[in-house]
């Protein structure tokens, strides 16, 4: 039983392993995209970090950077009918072209912010 278990389980990787490496060698090549950041009246910036960029060269996944404690919240976009929206854990920002409101998730925690590239 041991011998068909390992003739079925190498028949499988024998399967399996061509196409996970077919796969790898198509990798996307690393996110290459302008620097990003939101400029808020608060007076403070919150660098973006892309991740995950569409073929329009559109944000789709990224990490906001929180200035001085070196940690950054993970966002993804969130389909909208109007405008967009990023959230991630505790924090999200909503908009429409460079302006946004940015909410820490706490009631009146919402800051306005312009969308800033280089």
């Known amino acids: 039983m041991k011998a068909f278990w390992r003739l079925q389980t190498g028949a499988a ?21 302008q620097k990003m950041w939101l400029a808020c009246e608060n007076g403070q910036s919150y660098p973006i970090q892309p991740t995950g960029v569409s073929r329009e060269n559109e944000l789709v996944t990224g990490y906001l ?22 959230e991630g854990s505790g924090v999200w920002f909503d908009g429409l072209r460079g302006d946004a409101v940015l909410n820490w998730g706490r009631p009146g925690a919402e800051v306005p912010c312009t969308v800033m590239q280089e």
């Open 65 to 86: 950077l929180r200035t001085g404690t070196g940690r950054g919240v993970h966002l993804r976009l969130v389909p909208m009918g109007n405008g967009y929206r990023y």
């Open 13 to 33: 990787l024998g399967l399996i392993l061509p196409l996970a490496l077919s796969a790898t060698s198509l990798r996307a090549e690393p996110v290459q995209s």
